[in-house]
Structure formats: C-alpha cells, structure tokens
C-alpha cells in the first residue's frame, strides 16, 4: 500500500518560512515523480512544485523564487521550503506521487496517483 505522510503545516506571519516534509517508503522516493498541491476553501486544488527522481523539478508562477522543492533518497521524504510567505499561501498542503518516474505535465493534478491526507497552512498578515 502506497503511503505519503505530511508534516510540518503550522501558522506563520507573513515574510515568515514553513518547511513541509513528506515521508514515503524507499521505493517510492526512487523510482516515483512527486509533487506537493494545495487547497483553499472555495478553490480547485493547484499544482505547486514537482520534481522528477533526478532532481529536475517545476513550480507554479505564484510560488517561483519563494518555494524550494527537494527529495531526500537517503531519509525518503519529500520536502518544500517555503520562503517569504504570502497570506495567499494559506490552504491545505498535500503531497502526492505518480506512479511514474517521469512527472510529465508536473504540475497537473489528475496526473498524480496517490496522496497524502495533507498539513494545514495558515499565513496571517
């Protein structure tokens, strides 16, 4: 059974960081795309940041130059540094995979096959 678990939601003054981790099993971080998606009350969920087994990586316009997306093979987690938080980055964080290796369209959301059940982030002015 495929199974992604997120950590590290909080709330955080605007300009502040968040770090979200992801756990998977080892095979997973060797051999999937991931990504992390998010979701506001009221919105579609949106594609984040993705990044491919080796290391190349998207990420939504909104987000380029604050988020930072990286996969740790040696502790099987997912993470995304988020910097320079804006209030409109509150929403409910998940991560997923795809069951490929390749990400494709990365940032797509029907692309992807399996998901965590998500960390809650709350940005305040």
Request: glycine share 12%; hydrophobic share 30%; charged share 15%.
């Amino acid at each position: 059974q495929v199974q992604l678990v997120e950590s590290g939601g909080g709330s955080v003054q605007a300009g502040g960081s968040l770090t979200l981790s992801c756990a998977v099993s080892r095979y997973i971080i060797s051999n999937y795309c991931l990504g992390w998606f998010r979701q506001s009350p009221g919105k579609e969920r949106e594609g984040v940041s993705a990044i491919e087994v080796d290391g190349s990586s998207r990420y939504v316009d909104s987000v380029e130059g604050r988020f930072n997306i990286s996969r740790d093979n040696t502790k099987n987690t997912l993470y995304v540094q988020m910097n320079s938080l804006k209030t409109e980055d509150s929403a409910m964080y998940y991560c997923a995979a795809r069951g490929t290796y390749y990400c494709g369209d990365y940032l797509a959301t029907y692309q992807y096959n399996y998901w965590g059940q998500g960390t809650q982030v709350a940005v305040s002015s």
